[in-house]
């Protein structure tokens, strides 16, 4: 054999063994747990301790699982309470596969125990939300609260009354009756809580329109209340400004009143000082108002009115 066929051999011999070795070792990393499989059955129990494993190379398979708390999200359900009010009820939870070997016998991988975990909490959920009435579902504590008119008009006044169990009770409840289920999947649920409460459809169009009714005649008083106060208001200045202008028309005619009586003294002491001359000038006041250059007068020669004029002749 030549010396370049051996050095072929050799290499493709420790490239085989390179690839065997790199299917023997496998890491496990702090945050994953390993169940290894031989032709598609486990063997053995759960690696969770990290660092640097072997197994036969090709006939055995390492399978990664994950150690953290995961989530889970699941689909809003329509579900009648036990007053018979339909609701759509929207949860969430955390789990963790606590046995890995279970979990792969059971389901596999997360996709299964995601599928499980579905029917487990929505099957619960459904049986505990039909045991208690929408109050208890809504509410989590008696914690008093201010009872406005709309509220009452709304027919929500059972709000106001205490609740025995409660929203948060409710939820742990679900998680209780889940936790029992979910170890038969290597599963272990850390906690459930409800996300979302809303009306159907059907009864949620039906309640907006009655809020929207209430809040239109709530609006409609308050604007008939503005409009009451409004024309008070207006009623209350029309009545000030009438007292006011009588005020002031009274006010005005004392004035006047005492300066026509002072023009009148006025005038009486001009005339006993001297009548002649009063006279004189209340005639010419007299001619300048009554005569101009257009006007005609046919007077009799005797007429006082000509008198001052005579004189003058």
Known sequence: MSSQIRIIVIGIIAF????????????????????????????????????????????????FFEKRWLEWDGDANQIPTKDKKFIWI??????????????????????????????????ETRNAIANYDLIEIVRSTNREFE?????????????I????????RISQI?????????????????????????????????????????????????????DGESAKIRGQKERELL????????QAQEIKGQADAEATAIYAKAYNLSPEFYSFMRTLETYRETIDENTTLILSTDSDYLELLKRIE
């Open 243 to 250: 007292r006011i202008q009588s005020e002031a028309y009274r």
């Open 16 to 63: 085989l063994l390179l690839i065997i070795l790199i299917d023997a070792f496998y890491v496990v990393s702090e945050t994953n747990q390993v169940i290894i499989t031989q032709f598609g059955e486990p063997k053995g129990g759960a690696i969770t301790s990290p660092g640097l494993h072997i197994k036969i190379p090709f006939l055995q398979k390492a399978n």
């Open 147 to 159: 009872v406005t008119e709309e509220l009452t008009v709304l027919d929500n006044i059972e709000a």
């Open 174 to 226: 679900i998680l209780e009756n889940s936790s029992q289920i979910t170890p038969e999947f290597g599963v272990e649920l850390k906690d459930i809580k409800i996300k979302r409460v809303n009306y159907v459809d059907e009864v949620q169009t039906k309640v907006f329109d009655r809020m929207i009714a209430e809040r239109q005649r709530i609006a409609a008083k308050y604007r008939s209340e503005g």
């Open 90 to 123: 929207d949860t969430y939870a955390r789990w963790r596969i606590s046995d890995p070997l279970v979990f792969f016998q059971r389901v596999r991988d997360e996709r299964g125990a995601q599928t499980r975990i579905d029917d487990i909490i929505d099957g």
């Open 161 to 168: 009354e205490g609740i025995e169990t409660g929203r948060e």
